[in-house]
């Protein structure tokens, strides 16, 4: 009767929902900024300058830290407009074109993140060198970029983004040589990443009345083994148990004194955010923290066994979700001796 009750104090519902995962996803983008064409050489009095730039994306996301995207970069137009005060003199380079490159995801928090891509500019540069002369070419130049980035959502970010293209030439008559590179911000919508809301009933201890059975002459005993479970959640990047924590913990101690036979399992988890050997070293430490606080505060089992699994399990994707990912599992395993007959 004792683990009747003992079973039903410790039960506690928690979960967590299998929302859509980033990996094998497609997104979409588009951003702005300002373009700066550098080391112009060209066969003209066209020198270094700036205008609006602007690019569109579509990607795939191969998994949480990598992703193949193509877009359109529009670089803008470097004119002499600047040279006759505000009027234009005939002269101008245009580059657009289309880009193919591996985006690489950092996550530095729930929120915040870092990026950082490389690929190639296939683009198209029109060279007006006079009123009456104009030539172009078609190449292909390399490119890199890096920006910080913020999730306004699961599905919707924002991020600032700097990118630099080496070597745009006009490569057919030899005319203009430059650098450019372009600052701005770029909003990226991911599809099939749908957050699902999930909560924690809790059971309340019941009140359960003993009854002494009426004296049987050579009873039969059969030995009974129940498993209940409870969490404990830890904080983003953290091992320091909350109040909550050591509540539920003070519930586990003053249970186990009522009984005997017990053993423990704890197992430590971490979400999927970050390095996983950093994950399973942190999973490691809370699994820690947890054995100690039961010790130092006299809990009474026969064994008391850890285990940590680090992201091994972590499937979520929204913040709700991790949260309850950063976890110990504490399974409390009794035997109690029954009567069958």
């Known amino acids: 009767m004792k683990k009747s009750l003992l079973a039903i104090a410790l039960m506690s519902t928690f979960s967590y929902a299998n929302a859509a995962d980033v990996d094998n996803t497609w997104y979409i983008g588009a951003g702005a ?188 005993y059969e030995t009974k083994i129940e498993q209940s479970s409870v969490a404990v959640l830890f904080g983003f990047d953290s091992s320091s148990l909350s109040s909550t924590a050591k509540a539920k913990l003070d519930e586990v101690i003053r249970l186990s004194k009522q009984s005997d036979n017990d053993t423990i399992l704890l197992n430590g988890q971490s979400d999927n955010q970050g390095d996983s050997e950093y994950n399973q070293k942190l999973s490691e430490a809370r699994v820690q923290q947890v054995a100690d606080y039961l010790n130092a505060n006299g809990v009474e089992v026969q064994t008391l066994e850890q285990q940590a699994t680090g992201e091994q399990n972590a499937h979520a994707n929204s913040r709700t979700d991790r949260a309850l990912e950063r976890r110990v599992i504490i399974t409390l395993t009794s035997e109690t001796q029954v009567v069958v007959s």
């Open 33 to 220: 900024g300002q373009s700066n064409y550098e080391s112009v050489d060209a066969v003209s009095h066209l020198g270094d300058d700036s205008d609006l730039a602007w690019n569109a994306v579509v990607g795939y996301q191969l998994n949480k830290y990598f992703a193949v995207e193509a877009g359109w970069q529009d670089l803008g137009t470097n004119d002499d407009t600047h040279l006759w005060g505000g009027l234009d003199g005939a002269q101008s380079i245009d580059v657009d074109g289309f880009t193919l490159g591996l985006v690489g995801t950092l996550p530095l928090s729930e929120k915040w993140f870092l990026t950082g891509e490389a690929g190639a500019y296939q683009y198209h540069l029109a060279h007006q060198m006079s009123a009456d002369k104009y030539v172009s070419a078609t190449d292909t130049a390399p490119y890199f970029g890096a920006g910080v980035g913020y999730k306004i959502t699961d599905s919707l970010e924002v991020s600032a983004k700097y990118r630099r293209f080496a070597n745009i030439d006009e490569s057919a008559w030899n005319t203009a040589n430059m650098d450019a590179q372009t600052v701005g911000i770029q909003m990226v919508y991911r599809f099939g990443v749908k957050p699902t809301p999930t909560t924690a009933a809790v059971v309340l201890p019941a009140v359960i009345k003993e009854t002494k059975p009426a004296p049987r002459p050579e009873p039969v």
